[in-house]
């Protein structure tokens, strides 16, 4: 699976982190203007009920 270009499996994994780095400081970002336009308060109620029972 590893690109043709690429010789080192390292530099592949690499890219894929900081990818995957860049979209969590996007959904982050994101989120955070979502909360400030919507009035957003978690949790609300949770319907897994494991959940509920790990926050006491």
């Known amino acids: 699976m590893t690109p043709p270009h ?3 499996p390292r530099d ?5 982190l900081e990818q995957l780095w860049v ?3 996007r959904l982050a970002q ?3 203007d979502l909360s400030v336009m919507l009035p957003i308060h978690l949790p609300v109620e949770p319907e897994n ?3 509920a ?3 006491g």
């Open 6 to 8: 690429n010789t080192d």
């Open 12 to 16: 592949s994994g690499r890219e894929a």
């Open 23 to 25: 979209l969590g400081q």
């Open 30 to 32: 994101a989120w955070r």
């Open 49 to 51: 009920p494991a959940l």
């Open 53 to 55: 029972e790990t926050e």
